[in-house]
């Protein structure tokens, strides 16, 4: 599958390789993501279900986690897929990570197209609404 550019294509193959290692015995329905960070690595995570279901982390989750054990940064581009390997949207709770973590001006890709943080999650809520 090819989304139109070479860093979309790698991106996404780095998406597909990270939903390899996703732990989903309960949903079948195995994720990853992979984004670009703004020093030029990328970071990858891939959902963990429990038998707990509430307390499953989303494959976001374990990308803002390798961003930040890695050396933090700022996020600048970034992809879902499922094990279809189709591209996913972000559930609203990892949106609001994505934002925290790349803001506004974060290329998204979906299924409609590549599209910016602040359209995938207008009017967000972050840092600079804490005083």
């Known amino acids: 599958m090819s989304l139109g550019s070479p860093l979309w294509d790698q991106l996404h193959e780095a998406a597909v390789e990270a939903m390899g290692h996703a732990y989903a015995p309960y949903s079948h329905y195995p994720v990853g993501a992979a984004a670009l960070v703004d020093d030029g690595r990328v970071v990858t995570g891939c959902n963990v279900e429990n038998a707990a279901y509430g307390v499953a982390l989303c494959a976001e989750c374990g990308l803002i986690s390798a961003l930040h054990l890695s050396g933090g940064g700022k996020l600048t581009h970034f992809v879902c897929v499922d094990g ?10 990892c949106r609001q990570l994505l ?7 974060l290329q998204v890709m979906t299924s409609s197209g590549v599209r910016r943080m602040d359209e995938v999650l207008p009017d967000a809520f972050g840092a600079d609404n804490l005083a």
Request: hydrophobic letters at 30%; charged letters at 30%; aromatic letters at 6%.
């Open 84 to 93: 279809s390997r189709d591209v996913l949207m972000p559930c609203g709770r």
């Open 99 to 105: 934002w925290e973590n790349g803001g506004a001006d």
